[in-house]
């Protein structure tokens, strides 16, 4: 517990926000809700509305459930400009997700763009820095976590549910779309994704790591590891372009 000498429900909302995966705004409407008494002990408004009211655990469980069915629906290639080679700042907002997407022009259709983002992992390696990602697995094979030793089951072809490393294959749509959800230790959740759209004569090939933190050390963990993602995600794309349009052997 730390003690602060001024504290309103403006300066609360804004800690919030800093510590939490939680709006500013949402904080302060949050914190300034509690001046308000919150007991029902009048019984009428069951008799006038046909909703029924649920418990702490039902509505915390069932706000979970919308937001992560709503996220799972996003298509991000919607949501951004289609024109030319682009990466979008990591610090982008999705709820309380913290995103880094990119996208990269191809002049190949789009069933060959996708060929190298289904084949990737395994034996052939994530296309940059592939020792990093080995490295990271080595370390969460040693917090407990699972690791990189698990591989993949199909070099070739990823099924809904396979495992990837220390992904899980969450969605995947064939020359369209691939998304992973991380398995690994993390203070947070994880998750992956590509996905390939037609662009004139080529192909978009869009890349989307999103991440949503537990707390300030979640934060904490996302901002520290930027200048590796810049570096690994960036390649990564680059790498998944140039094998498109050279082919795979």
Not at 17 to 42: C, F, H, M, Q, W
Not at 169 to 174: G, K, N, R
Request: hydrophobic residues 45%.
């Amino acid at each position: 517990m730390i003690s602060v000498p001024l504290l309103t429900p403006r300066l609360s909302s804004l800690w919030l926000g800093l510590v939490t995966p939680v709006y500013a705004r949402v904080g302060r409407e949050l914190i300034a809700g509690l001046k308000n008494r919150s007991v029902v002990t009048d019984p009428s408004a069951l008799a006038t509305f046909a909703i029924r009211p649920v418990g702490l655990r039902e509505a915390i469980g069932a706000a979970i459930r919308n937001e992560d069915r709503a996220f799972a629906l996003t298509r991000w290639s919607d949501a951004r400009s289609s024109g030319g080679a682009t990466a979008s700042p990591a610090d982008t907002r999705f709820g309380g997700k913290l995103i880094d997407r990119r996208q990269i022009h191809v002049s190949v259709d789009a069933d060959r763009a996708f060929g190298p983002i289904r084949r990737i992992g395994g034996q052939r390696g994530w296309y940059c820095g592939t020792w990093l990602w080995q490295l990271r697995g080595a370390v969460d094979l040693l917090m407990g976590g699972v690791g990189m030793r698990r591989g993949r089951r199909d070099p070739d072809a990823p099924v809904v549910g396979d495992t990837l490393d220390f992904w899980r294959v969450e969605a995947y749509e064939p020359g369209r779309r691939l998304r992973l959800a991380a398995e690994m230790k993390l203070p947070g959740r994880a998750w992956l994704e590509f996905e390939v759209v037609p662009d004139g004569a080529g192909s978009l090939v869009h890349q989307t790591a999103v991440f949503e933190p537990t707390g300030l050390l979640g934060l904490l963990y996302w901002y520290a590891l930027l200048p590796a993602h810049a570096v690994i995600f960036g390649g990564m794309l680059r790498e998944i372009a140039r094998q498109a349009q050279v082919g795979h052997p």
